[in-house]
């Protein structure tokens, strides 16, 4: 019978002990701060961004919401983080993706003080995890190794596939089970013969974006798999990139969709935003 990973149940765990860090700074007189920025009102990132500023208020973190309009200039938001990355009480800087159209991702991201990156988007960030210093970790990736060691999962030895090569998740993914001491093989679209690649795991990462693409087949009898994709389906139920009841059986632990790998994103934002006054 399989484990399932409740990603639910370890994020409210971690955002318990987090409130618990933010109060015992609070009585040493440090506040944590952490600035939101969005441009324009794409839904889904007013979602995002509410849940962001809710789980701050949940913890006992200050948040300062910056709601711009869809036509800011590059140079206005640009200006808007060098006077944030100058500010002594905000600690954490947060500009939602995507941007729009005449914004360059690259640029704004860059511009970010690699010491209030709580993304952990910025080029600095990424160098850091590459070569084992220390730096701001990318959320959903730091999120899926808390659910790994906090489940039991060892990861040292193990054969670890992801499946998907973005900057956000997939490759500091691997850098993060390499870290661990994983055996770490990244695949992506241009794969050759994917299943046989994915049936070596022990433990597969998907996050590919394509609903319940990965069937039992792909998968090894006793596998952990982590499941990163989220869609609304025909019925407009939300389902992961795995076929969940199809892999259930053959599996030994894997995170439901939802509550599995989504609530751990925003608790490593929060963990990231206490870790940004503690260093
Ligand atoms: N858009 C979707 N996910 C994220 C995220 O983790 N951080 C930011 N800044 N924007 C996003």
Redesign the pocket.
Known sequence: MAKIIDGKAISAQIKEELKEKVSALKADGMEVTLAVIQVGKDAA?SV?VGNKKKACAYIGIRSLAYELEEDTSQEDLLALIEELNGREDVNGI?????LPGHIDEDKVIQAISPRKDV?G?HPQSVGALCIGQPGFVS??PAGIIQLLKRSGIEIGGKECVVIGRSN?VGKPMALLLLRENGTVTVTHSRTKDLREVTKRADILIVAVGKPKMITKDYIKEGAVVIDVGIHRNEENKLCGDVDYEDVFPVCSAITPVPGGVGPM?IAMLMNNCVESVER
Do not use: E, K, N, W
């Open positions: 990132s995002y947060l500009v939602q993706l995507p993304d988007f959320c959903t956000i994103t």
